[in-house]
């Protein structure tokens, strides 16, 4: 029932920053965890991160612990990821994605989410 619209992605120098955003239209957006997934070229869908419907338990993969932020604001319908030291390999579609636990998550595969949005892609050139 969420449709979820991914934006912020671009083109960006290796240690440069970008923050991604994914607006989310339909019922209750509070109550839902959401997660941040990539997929590279040739690659399968990768888990990023992913936040509670409070934001009070968050994950991350540990390829970008450190590096990225996970973050929302319910009242704007809105999950972000800001990303900082980007490097080369973190270029991908960007994709987010609802928890089919609804507020909470505890698997963090693919399968654990899902109401796709369409993706927004990142380049981190070298």
């Known amino acids: 029932q969420v449709q979820l619209v991914e934006s912020g992605g671009g083109l960006v120098q290796a240690g440069g920053s970008l923050r991604l955003s994914c607006a989310a239209s339909?019922?209750?957006?509070?109550?839902?965890?959401m997660g941040w997934f990539r997929q590279a070229p040739g690659k399968e869908r990768e888990f990023v991160a992913a936040?509670?419907?409070?934001?009070?338990?968050?994950s991350y993969v540990d390829s970008v612990k450190g590096r990225f932020s996970i973050s929302r604001d319910n009242a704007k319908n809105t999950v972000y990821l800001q990303m900082n030291r980007l490097k080369p390999e973190d270029s991908a579609v960007y994709y987010c994605?609802?928890?089919?636990?609804?507020?909470?998550?505890?698997?963090?595969?693919?399968?654990?989410?899902?109401?796709w949005g369409q993706g927004t892609q990142v380049t981190v050139s070298s």
């Open positions: 339909g019922r209750m957006f509070s109550s839902y965890a």
């Open positions: 936040i509670n419907w409070s934001g009070g338990r968050i």
């Open positions: 994605a609802v928890s089919l636990r609804s507020y909470d998550y505890t698997g963090v595969s693919v399968s654990d989410f899902g109401s």
